[in-house]
């Protein structure tokens, strides 16, 4: 359906006709000009994302559902990285011709799966047109108590720096899809070469089998045996509430702590300047998945360098006090990587073979 043959408030009334309150601080949600939310004894954190088709996304080979959930994900990481809970989110669309209500509602599907995991509500938002493709606004609305917030400023002489998860696999599942892209636009340039050819010789019986040919190009199967963990990391971000809670049951609360968005490395030496501190990584801690070093390996790249500043892990990096270190390490994926020092000593990466080398921000940078 053309989504003209709805409009603007029809589209909204068959996207959120069912949405149900799941928190208490959801006065009033879609439907008026402000959602309604109230907070009386606790601070309220907000963070807004937006996701530019062509430079955030590829529709290539992220298809809207997963595209929706990650939406959501990005936003609601940036919530937990302060140490809070999400609760509400706002969505906002521009959309060019080329999308039908059912990929818009596709859309919707992914963003209310992840929302549901974490008990969020989808409160309200906007929706416009666009002449370049989609672009995604997401606000991500949550609450904590003045006490427990954590900001990239803590972070003291001698604290531990821990990391969730591992790096670098969705970096590298990047790599992987834009690989298959490639392999895919190229048999597409030379069957249009054949084709060209084959019109200008006038051989019919070629441009008849070409064009039986070209069938086979909506059956294209990428090659992703064996690197399906690369895929999941890559198109379905997930945000480490998990992390926070198994922190909070430990009872550990981090002094500083950053979402991985753009790669370890910027994130870390973000919580380093604001917290005018320096800092030791250690090569041989970092937590890297066999199908990253074995795709790193397969495309001739570092895979530190990948580990490092890939990007888009969406782990949580965290310090902690050094008097800490036995709870750190019984928490289940949580992995201490070094530590942080005074100013004057730098950013360090120390290597495998006992080398160093100063830890530079090479990861993402959307206006570079």
């Given at each position: 359906?053309?989504?003209?043959?709805?409009?603007?408030?029809?589209?909204?009334?068959?996207?959120?006709?069912?949405?149900?309150?799941?928190?208490?601080?959801?006065?009033?949600?879609?439907?008026?000009?402000?959602?309604?939310?109230?907070?009386?004894?606790?601070?309220?954190?907000?963070?807004?994302?937006?996701?530019?088709?062509?430079?955030?996304?590829?529709?290539?080979?992220?298809?809207?559902?997963?595209?929706?959930?990650?939406?959501?994900?990005?936003?609601?990481?940036?919530?937990?990285?302060?140490?809070?809970?999400?609760?509400?989110?706002?969505?906002?669309?521009?959309?060019?011709?080329?999308?039908?209500?059912?990929?818009?509602?596709?859309?919707?599907?992914?963003?209310?799966?992840?929302?549901?995991?974490?008990?969020v509500?989808?409160v309200?938002?906007?929706?416009?047109?666009?002449?370049?493709?989609?672009?995604?606004?997401?606000?991500?609305?949550?609450?904590?108590?003045?006490?427990?917030?954590?900001?990239?400023?803590?972070?003291?002489?001698?604290?531990?720096?821990?990391?969730?998860?591992?790096?670098?696999?969705?970096?590298?599942?990047?790599?992987?899809?834009?690989?298959?892209?490639?392999?895919?636009?190229e048999?597409?340039?030379?069957?249009?070469?054949?084709?060209?050819?084959?019109?200008?010789?006038?051989?019919?019986?070629?441009?008849?089998?070409?064009?039986?040919?070209?069938?086979?190009f909506?059956?294209?199967?990428?090659?992703?045996?064996?690197?399906e963990?690369?895929?999941?990391?890559?198109?379905?971000?997930?945000?480490?509430?998990?992390?926070?809670?198994?922190?909070?049951?430990?009872?550990?609360?981090?002094?500083?702590?950053?979402?991985?968005?753009?790669?370890?490395?910027?994130?870390?030496?973000?919580?380093?300047?604001?917290?005018?501190?320096?800092?030791?990584?250690?090569?041989?801690?970092?937590?890297?998945?066999?199908?990253?070093?074995?795709m790193?390996?397969?495309?001739?790249?570092?895979?530190?360098?990948?580990?490092?500043?890939g990007?888009?892990?969406?782990?949580?990096?965290?310090?902690?006090?050094?008097?800490?270190?036995?709870?750190?390490?019984?928490?289940?994926d949580?992995?201490?990587?070094?530590?942080?020092?005074?100013a004057?000593?730098?950013?360090?990466l120390?290597?495998?073979?006992?080398?160093?080398?100063?830890?530079?921000?090479q990861?993402?940078?959307?206006?570079?």
């Amino acid at each position: 359906m053309d989504i003209s043959q709805l409009g603007e408030f029809g589209l909204i009334d068959r996207l959120t006709k069912d949405l149900e309150k799941k928190n208490a601080s959801t006065r009033y949600g879609v439907g008026d000009d402000c959602a309604v939310l109230h907070y009386p004894d606790s601070e309220v954190l907000v963070t807004t994302d937006m996701l530019m088709e062509g430079v955030h996304f590829d529709l290539t080979y992220i298809d809207l559902k997963h595209l929706g959930y990650k939406s959501a994900m990005v936003n609601i990481s940036d919530i937990f990285a302060m140490n809070g809970t999400p609760r509400q989110l706002t969505v906002s669309l521009a959309l060019s011709k080329r999308f039908t209500v059912e990929d818009v509602e596709l859309f919707y599907e992914g963003l209310r799966l992840a929302c549901d995991k974490w008990g969020v509500d989808i409160v309200g938002g906007d929706t416009t047109s666009s002449y370049t493709g989609m672009a995604i606004s997401i606000t991500c609305i949550g609450e904590a108590r003045q006490g427990d917030i954590v900001y990239r400023h803590g972070a003291r002489d001698t604290d531990l720096v821990c990391v969730s998860g591992d790096l670098g696999a969705a970096y590298m599942g990047l790599q992987l899809l834009e690989r298959e892209k490639s392999v895919f636009y190229e048999q597409i340039k030379d069957w249009n070469k054949k084709m060209t050819a084959a019109r200008e010789a006038g051989d019919d019986a070629l441009v008849a089998r070409l064009r039986e040919e070209a069938k086979t190009f909506d059956d294209f199967q990428p090659e992703f045996i064996g690197k399906e963990y690369l895929i999941q990391r890559q198109l379905q971000a997930e945000a480490r509430g998990d992390i926070v809670e198994r922190l909070r049951q430990a009872g550990v609360r981090p002094t500083a702590m950053m979402d991985v968005s753009d790669g370890l490395s910027s994130e870390l030496l973000h919580i380093c300047k604001q917290s005018g501190v320096g800092c030791r990584i250690f090569e041989k801690e970092l937590p890297i998945d066999y199908q990253t070093a074995v795709m790193a390996e397969e495309m001739e790249m570092n895979v530190t360098t990948c580990a490092l500043n890939g990007g888009e892990d969406y782990e949580l990096l965290f310090t902690v006090p050094i008097g800490d270190l036995d709870k750190v390490r019984e928490i289940a994926d949580v992995h201490l990587i070094g530590h942080i020092t005074q100013a004057k000593f730098g950013h360090v990466l120390v290597c495998r073979d006992g080398s160093e080398f100063e830890l530079k921000a090479q990861g993402w940078n959307p206006l570079k």
